[in-house]
C-alpha cells in the first residue's frame, strides 16, 4: 500500500512515515517547505512530491497539519482526491477536521484518528489512539484500522468527533494549561536551580511534566487552547479552585484544607480501585527520568 503523507516533513509526519516504511508501506511525503521537504525526504529515504502529484498515486492519504491550515490543505487536495480514496487526518481536534472532510471529500472515505502520544514514542506497542467515525461506511473503516493499529500493539478506543474534543479539554487542555501555568509561576520564583539539587519525587515529576511542556510547539499548544471546545469554561473553573485553596491557604484554616482533600481523596477512590498504587507509580515514573 502506498500511503501520501500531507505534512510528512513534520515532527508527527516522519514518526508516522518511520512507522509506515518499518511496516512494509511504501511512503510519499508532501509539504509546504521545500527546504524542509527535501531534508525529510533525504533523512527518510521516501519520494517527495507536490501535494496534488502525492494525492493522485496513493491507496491512502494521512492528513498531518496544523488545525489553522487544516481547511486549506484539505481544499487544495479535494479535487484530486478519487472516490473511495481514504484519507485519514490526525489532528487534535476531531469535531471540526471531520466536518472539513465531509465538506470538501464527499466521495472519499474519511476517518478522524488522534494519535495520543508524541514524536518521542519509541514504537506504537502500548500507544493510545481514537478513531471518530460517524457513518456506518467510516465504522467499517475504522474498524479496519483498529484492527491494523492493535495488531501492532496500539491500544485504540472509538467515539464520536464531539466526544473526543470534550474529552481532549480535560486530557490536553487543562493538563497543558496546568503545566504552562506552574512554568510561570517556578520562574517567578528565585533560585529555580537551587530547588532542583533539593527537590524529592513529586517535584522532579512537576518540572519533568513542565518542561516536557514547554519545550515543545507553542503553536501547536495554543491551537489546542483555542481551539478546544470548553476550554475557557474549564479554566475558569480551575481559577476558582486555586483561588478557594490560596484562601484556605492564606486564611490557615487548617481544618478545613484536611477536610476538603479528605473529600478529593474519597472521591477518588470511589471512581478507581488503583487509587493507592499512585504514590507507588510516581516512583517509577520518576526511576525512569
Keep these: ?6 505534512g510528512g516533513s513534520g515532527k508527527m509526519g516522519r514518526w508516522f512515515a518511520r512507522f ?3 511496516d512494509g ?5 508532501s509539504g509546504r517547505n521545500e527546504n524542509k521537504l527535501r531534508e525529510a525526504g533525504q533523512a527518510l ?11 493522485k498515486g496513493a491507496d491512502a492519504v494521512l492528513l498531518s497539519v496544523s488545525m489553522e491550515s487544516f481547511e486549506e490543505v484539505v481544499a487544495q487536495i479535494s479535487p484530486h482526491i478519487s472516490p473511495g480514496q481514504v484519507v485519514v487526518d490526525i489532528t487534535s481536534t476531531k469535531a471540526s477536521p471531520v466536518a472539513t472532510m465531509h465538506r470538501y471529500l464527499k466521495e472519499a472515505r474519511v476517518l ?15 500507544q493510545n489512539f481514537v478513531l471518530t467515525p460517524t457513518s ?23 467515539m464520536t468527533p464531539a466526544e473526543h474534543d470534550e474529552k481532549m479539554t480535560i486530557v490536553l487542555g487543562l493538563a497543558h494549561f496546568i503545566a504552562i501555568v506552574s512554568a510561570d509561576t517556578l520562574l517567578s520564583t528565585d533560585g529555580l ?11 522532579k515529576v512537576l518540572l519533568t511534566l513542565v518542561e516536557s511542556v514547554i519545550s515543545e510547539d ?15 469554561g474549564i479554566e475558569e473553573v480551575f481559577h476558582r479552585k486555586v483561588a478557594a485553596w490560596a484562601g484556605l491557604v492564606k486564611n490557615k484554616d487548617r481544618q478545613e484544607f484536611v477536610r476538603r482533600m479528605n473529600a478529593l481523596k474519597d472521591k477518588l477512590q470511589k471512581d478507581n480501585p488503583d487509587f493507592g498504587q499512585a504514590y507507588q507509580n510516581m516512583y517509577k515514573l520518576a526511576a525512569g527520568l
Excluded at 508501506?25 to 511525503?29: A, C, S, Y
Design 1 to 6: 500500500m502506498k500511503v501520501a503523507i500531507i
Design 25 to 29: 508501506q511504501e511512503v510519499v511525503i
Design 20 to 22: 509506515l516504511l518499518q
Design 218 to 232: 507553542p503553536e501547536l499548544y495554543a491551537s489546542l487552547q483555542m481551539n478546544l471546545p470548553g476550554m475557557a
Design 45 to 55: 529515504g521516501v519520494e517527495v512530491a507536490s501535494m496534488v502529484d502525492a494525492v
Design 193 to 203: 536551580k537551587q530547588t532542583e539539587a533539593v527537590g524529592g519525587i513529586t517535584y
Design 112 to 126: 478522524g484518528a488522534h494519535p495520543l502520544f508524541g514524536p518521542g514514542a519509541a514504537s506504537i506497542a502500548h
Design 136 to 158: 456506518d461506511e467510516e465504522r467499517v473503516l475504522a474498524q479496519k484500522v483498529r484492527e491494523y493499529l492493535e495488531a501492532r500493539g496500539a491500544r485504540v478506543s472509538l
